[in-house]
């Protein structure tokens, strides 16, 4: 019979997690048995672009829909689309603020900021001098973690926060404003809080190309794109693994048990890889998947399931 | 360069004046190719996909050009006058901003403001560009790339950089409604297409864009006020940007400060695969609206078929210069 | 008298960075009067004009129009006044319609600002048919010839119903035929009770319709008087500030050895069937009407067009050109008629112009060498009595008549033995046009040859040994010796 | 005749004459406006900020501009003949990646190889915007949009979506190299500066560039082969995307598919500030460099002195529309 038809909307696929996403995506076992037809949508960074691109889907009636929203606000009116059409939406990676949506599948990105702001105080023993590289601003993802770091400074008066900026995401905006930095507070930036690893990468270079050891430096990221992994494993950073199977297999298996009802069993090996996610029959409407701190001992392994 | 560069339209002409009906056919097709081109994507689409020619599509299409469609007609009036405007982008999101603050939440004021609002910032803040751009011959080029960034901060200052959602149900109407089976985005770029067309064609205002950009110093010499044109097309082009700017706040239900990064490049686009020529004084609005149908429908199609972002962004590229290549080449074949 | 003026001008000056192009401009017009303004290229009537347009601002000076002391600050203030301009440098906007042109500005309306287009076709029609110019008032400017656009622009500063008309070289790219159109219109408008001022460069011209004269020279005003009161040879002679020897200087003899030959060259809506020989040492004249295919055909002769049919031959060589860099090869040049459009570059230096279609000779293993530029480009100034402020100076800064000497010199520094000129004395004064003509004959004495076109008849008469005649773009006859006389040329042509 | 002009070349030089070098000194002030305009802000700058002087400082702009400057270099030859290049971002992140795939791992291959396998990336794909723009006379804006989205889908399919990192120390060198005292990068872009001003200024090709831009239909009368040199501009700017490819690859250590989105816009706005016009034949590859250094030194700067995002972005605008509105004024008052 006629397979189900997924529509995968995510916020756009420049950036190396939403690829990792969109690949397990296509590794789950329902895909590659044929059962269903996932189709991956580049939502290029803009609410309107999605928004257009679930207005196609729903023309074409697909069975359910996937969503990554760019924004947390922009995302309630194309989700409400769908569901007065009565195609399930369920969220993956990216929260959007709307009761419509059947469920969610995805990590916590002010529980994120936290982890990262702590990582990096834990190794400065919480006093010093840190700088902050955001996601563009106004993006739900640069809010949530720029939340959770908020939230872990202003318990600790000792830690001075020198210089707040965005670089968008990116490893060559965040290598130039680190060298900056590094220039107009020689010698008193001691740890860098990236809301994302590609940023971290671009502070670690920034830092070896102005001549200074690394290891001065207490530097996390988010994300656990492959350049962290290798840096953790040499000591530069510290990151914490945002896993892409599971939001994008997790959130596949919730929207196939609202297809296909109750008989469905989820088939993602992810729901035993985290005994901290329980299936639940499908019905939960919040499943968070856990951040794993990459460290050196589970990286290698990491590694090896990322070459895979 | 083509051959011929300097002979004259004399060979075109004479095989032509026999024959009355079929030599205006031919010649509304050589000033439109464009729409052959269009027409063209549209069948091969339709073949391939069996939604794509569905009135429900089709209205989706509509809908989805219109923002770009309402930024890409301010820019033809710009390029028109030889200019460029890069601020298109920020401008929008300006004016959304501005209008959502007064759009928001329990102390949403009267819909009229709001609206207000978000037009008179995009029209303000296009004044700008156009007076500096009028009064102290800054190239366009700069001014408004100037301005793209200059506005795109204010847009981050005035809310501290926080989208603003929960608008207004009246608010939302003009993104989300329906008005006698046409959403109203559609109606409020086809009402801003028509209003254009008949000024560009039929107004004194319309004749002076085309010899301010045709040729500025007859334009001076004939009496007009080339300053003036100047300051308003890239008045016009903020008002339509703050049109647009109310449109994908109400559209997507938030102001997002971030929106309309890279618009620009879009309406421009649009403008000049409709067979403007970024030269000025020569193009029409009718060849706008099938450039941003152009666009609309490849993006609509591709993502109808499912095709992969990477090869959408190949074949999307390829299909634009290929539209303008049949295009040109029936031009200067004839 | 003065109180009558309809507009008095003195002491007008302006200088460009510095530079002064106009000391000491007058001009005085009288009431139903044409009054030719004299000077030689770069004189400054140009300049002196544009003030009175309120294009440029004056540096100092008076304008008065009857006897009110006025200041323009853009053209618009002097259209108000009633007055209008044909512009040297011709001004059209190439995607608006002949008529749109025409009323540019002030179109006739509908409820205040719709363009009310039956009306504006039906003026424009009235305002050319009266004027005898057959265009169609619908279609686009930017399709029509050099001759036509200048018709256009002749009949929009007539239907400006203008008190006073400024004519900057309004014949220098139109044939007799239109010429004469023109002058209807003026004698029209000069019983109305206008004004004209007029500038030509074509002393015929002045002798036949203008009644006053001011001439001008560097700048600065030299006299004025009644046209009835002095003879060619003084206004000549003024306006050069010295004698003139004889105006056509000829002296070439042709040989028999045939240079160049084209057979049944045809290109199709352009020109059908043209052969041609060119003998060295001989200058050929084609004479035509306006639209008649000459400059079509010698772009095709150039390379620039292919030809459908035909054959030709240099030095008995078959002469194929794929594009102008083989006609260059072949040994050509060509001066083409239109020097904004297809000539110069006017944003670039006088330098850069004139090493432009030879830089290869002014270089050496693709690097150029300035200082033999630099010196080439000095020698031609000299040569050509080039009027500027230095070789660096922008053509857009020139005055119409160098700017026509330094597409000509462009020409000259690739050394050719076929030398085709468009309408060669366009816009250069009498002095200039004698230079022109001793030129012309000393080349062609070399055993080098000369095709020329031109619509001035005592030109071609004076220079060429043989005429072709075109007529609709074919070969309507070929006169030379006895036959080649006004009368035939007539004939032949229309 | 003779008399008077010379008569009038005495009145015209004399002046000057007197003056000899003071002359020259202000002649080059009014050609380099933008250079005072620099100068003042790097004044501005190192007094409010102690570090902006530095040695040290002063490098990391040179290097941090050094990509913009090699690709703003390259669409400098592009708007000098009136076209546009909108492909060098995508130009160059598809140089960097097909270059690193064969600068990566273990297997990474002898370092002329991935050089010029990057280098040959950006030359062919700017000789199909050269070519198509030259052939068929598709609009340099149409071509290179739709390049721009080509060559990014490519980019992706090459090494599906995913960056290649873990580059050859080697090849990193032509990234973060020192060699006397100066970084490899800015070794690099003053290389190209130095060779591209000398054939912009001594060499034949040079010429054609201006007279191609200045006035095409005259260029093509004069034997100019227009096709070629239009060509040749396209081709130039894709070696120049690939070379920036290679430095942005070892400069931050991988090659990311993403990289260099907008790279355009701040490319032609180094090639606007500095004096270059759109409408092509007029403008100085000194002015380019110092259009990329007032962007690198803003930037630069204001990150320095800690101004917050949404400042920067309102002063950076302003500044640029204020240093080109004050090179113009100085022009047209003189
Ligand atoms: N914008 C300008 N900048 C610099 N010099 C200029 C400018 N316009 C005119 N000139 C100079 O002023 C002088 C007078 O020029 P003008 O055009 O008035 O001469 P003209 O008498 O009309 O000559 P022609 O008969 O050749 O048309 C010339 O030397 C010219 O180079
Ligand atoms: N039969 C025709 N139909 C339409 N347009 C014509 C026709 N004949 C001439 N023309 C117009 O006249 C223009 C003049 O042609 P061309 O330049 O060859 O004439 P010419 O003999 O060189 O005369 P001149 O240069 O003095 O105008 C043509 O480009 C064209 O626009
Ligand atoms: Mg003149
Ligand atoms: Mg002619």
Redesign the pocket.
Same mark, same amino acid.
């Given at each position: 019979d006629e397979p189900i038809r997924v529509g995968a909307a995510t916020y756009g696929l420049q950036g190396e997690f939403m690829q990792l996403w969109s690949n397990s995506l296509q590794r789950h076992p329902a895909v590659e048995s044929g059962q269903v037809e996932v189709t991956v949508f580049d939502g290029r960074y803009d609410a309107l672009v999605q928004n257009n691109q679930f207005e196609s889907m729903i023309s074409r009636q697909y069975d359910a829909i996937l969503f990554v929203p760019i924004d947390a606000d922009a995302c309630a009116s194309a989700v409400a689309m769908a569901a007065s059409a009565g195609i399930p939406v369920v969220g993956s990676n990216a929260l959007c603020n709307t009761d419509q949506l059947a469920a969610y599948v995805g990590s916590d990105d002010v529980l994120a900021g936290e982890m990262l702001a702590n990582s990096v105080l834990t190794q400065l023993d919480y006093q010093g001098n840190v700088v902050i590289l955001e996601g563009p601003i106004g993006q739900t993802g640069q809010i949530d973690r720029g939340r959770g770091i908020d939230k872990v400074l202003s318990e600790y008066s000792e830690v001075n926060v020198l210089e707040r900026r965005t670089a968008n995401w990116s490893r060559a905006e965040a290598m130039a404003l680190m060298e900056n930095w590094l220039t107009s507070h020689r010698g008193q930036i001691q740890g860098v809080i990236a809301q994302n690893d590609e940023m971290a990468i671009g502070a670690i270079e920034a830092i070896i190309a102005s001549g200074l050891s690394v290891n001065d430096f207490a530097i996390a990221g988010a994300d656990g794109i492959t350049d962290a992994l290798t840096a953790v494993k040499e000591g530069h950073m510290e990151s914490i693994l945002q896993d892409a199977d599971a939001q994008a297999q997790g959130g596949l298996d919730v929207a196939l048990r609202l297809v296909k009802g109750e008989s469905y069993q989820p088939l993602s090996p992810i729901w035993d890889e985290y005994s901290e996610l329980e299936w639940n029959d499908g019905q939960s409407e919040l499943y968070y998947v856990p951040w794993t701190p990459v460290t050196l001992d589970n990286v290698e392994q990491l590694l090896e399931k990322r070459a895979r | 360069m083509s051959q011929q560069v300097l002979a004259k339209d004399k060979g075109v002409e004479e095989p032509a004046k026999n024959s009355g009906i079929s030599k205006r056919l031919s010649d509304f097709m050589v000033s439109y190719g464009i729409i052959i081109a269009f027409l063209f994507i549209c069948a091969v689409l339709s073949v391939i996909s069996p939604y794509f020619l569905s009135t429900n599509n089709l209205l989706n299409v509509l809908r989805q050009v219109s923002i770009n469609g309402v930024l890409a007609i301010g820019m033809t009036f710009v390029i028109l006058t030889r200019g460029i405007d890069l601020s298109v982008g920020s401008l929008m999101a300006c004016s959304s901003i501005v209008a959502a603050s007064f759009a928001a939440g329990s102390e949403a004021s009267f819909i009229l403001v709001p609206i207000m609002m978000g037009l008179v910032t995009g029209l303000t803040l296009g004044a700008v560009n156009g007076l500096l751009i009028a009064r102290f011959a800054i190239p366009p080029f700069v001014m408004t790339l100037g301005m793209l960034s200059m506005a795109r901060g204010l847009t981050y200052i005035y809310n501290d950089g926080m989208p603003i959602s929960n608008l207004d149900a009246t608010f939302r109407f003009i993104g989300q409604g329906v008005v006698l089976g046409m959403p109203v985005p559609v109606l409020l770029f086809l009402g801003v297409f028509l209003i254009s067309w008949f000024t560009l064609r039929y107004t004194t205002f319309g004749r002076y864009v085309y010899a301010v950009g045709g040729n500025p110093q007859a334009a001076m010499v004939s009496g007009i006020n080339v300053r003036r044109v100047t300051f308003t097309v890239y008045a016009i082009s903020g008002l339509l940007c703050g049109l647009a700017g109310l449109m994908i706040a109400a559209r997507t239900g938030a102001a997002l400060p971030q929106a309309g990064v890279a618009y620009e490049l879009d309406a421009i686009a649009a403008v000049v695969i409709g067979g403007t020529s970024l030269a000025g004084g020569r193009g029409r609005i009718v060849g706008t609206l099938f450039g941003v149908l152009i666009i609309g429908v490849l993006n609509n199609g591709l993502d109808l078929l499912g095709v992969s972002s990477f090869y959408q962004q190949v074949v999307k590229g390829g299909i634009i210069v290929l539209a303008v290549m049949l295009d040109r080449s029936r031009l200067s074949s004839s | 008298m003065s109180n009558n003026l309809l507009l008095e001008a003195s002491n007008i000056t302006k200088s460009?960075?510095g530079?002064p192009?106009l000391e000491n401009g007058v001009l005085r017009l009288r009431p139903g009067s044409i009054h030719a303004l004299c000077?030689g290229? @770069?004189?400054?009537?140009?300049?002196l004009l544009n003030i009175l347009m309120g294009v440029l601002p004056r540096d100092g000076g008076s304008i008065k129009i009857e006897g009110r002391d006025v200041h323009f600050s853009s053209p618009k203030d002097a259209l108000g006044f009633g007055i209008s301009m044909i512009s040297?440098e011709l001004e059209p906007v190439p995607e608006l319609t002949v008529a749109e042109n025409i009323f540019l500005g002030r179109e006739p309306k509908k409820a205040g600002f719709i363009v009310d287009y039956r009306r504006m076709f039906d003026q424009a029609r009235d305002v050319l048919g009266e004027l005898n110019i057959q265009i169609e008032p619908t279609v686009k400017l930017g399709s029509l010839s050099i001759a036509e656009i200048q018709m256009v622009e002749i009949a929009k500063a007539i239907s400006q119903n203008a008190r006073i008309i400024i004519m900057d070289e309004p014949t220098s790219a139109i044939g007799e035929r239109e010429t004469e159109l023109l002058f209807e219109a003026v004698h029209k408008l000069k019983d109305r009770g206008a004004g004209i001022i007029y500038v030509s460069?074509r002393m015929n011209e002045l002798f036949r319709i203008a009644d006053d004269y001011t001439i001008m020279r560097d700048g600065t005003f030299v006299g004025t008087g009644s046209m009835g009161d002095i003879d060619r040879k003084y206004l000549i002679d003024t306006i050069l500030g010295k004698e003139l020897q004889e105006e056509f200087s000829k002296f070439n003899v042709p040989g028999e050895r045939e240079i160049l030959r084209v057979e049944h060259y045809t290109r199709h809506g352009e020109f059908k069937d043209i052969s041609l020989s060119l003998k060295e040492g001989e200058i050929l004249g084609i004479f035509g009407l306006m639209g008649s295919g000459r400059s079509e055909f010698l772009n095709t002769l150039f390379g620039i067009n292919a030809p459908h049919d035909g054959e030709a031959w240099i030095d008995g060589a078959k002469f194929t050109p794929r594009g102008p860099r083989d006609a260059m090869d072949a040994g050509m040049a060509y001066v083409t008629e239109d020097r904004k459009g297809n000539g110069l570059l006017v944003g670039s230096s006088i330098r850069n112009n004139i090493s432009m279609a030879s830089v290869k000779k002014v270089s050496k293993l693709g690097l150029v060498s300035s200082r033999k530029e630099a010196k080439v480009a000095r020698l031609q100034v000299e040569n050509h009595q080039i009027?500027?402020s230095s070789i660096e100076m922008e053509v857009r800064?020139?005055?119409?008549?160098?700017q026509q000497k330094v597409v000509l010199a462009k020409w000259l520094q690739t050394d050719p033995n076929i030398l085709m000129l468009d309408e060669p004395t366009r @816009?250069i004064?009498v002095g200039a046009k004698r230079e022109m003509y001793r030129f012309m004959s000393e080349f062609s004495r070399n055993g080098k040859g000369v095709i020329m076109t031109s619509s001035e008849i005592p030109e071609i008469l004076g220079m060429s040994d043989r005429v072709i005649v075109f007529r609709k773009g074919r070969l309507a006859g070929e006169l030379s010796g006895s036959d080649l006389n006004q009368d035939n040329l007539a004939r032949l042509s229309s």
């Open positions: - | - | 460009f960075s530079v192009a000077g290229n @770069g004189a400054g009537k140009s300049t040297q460069h009027k500027s800064h020139m005055s119409g008549g160098n @816009g004064d």
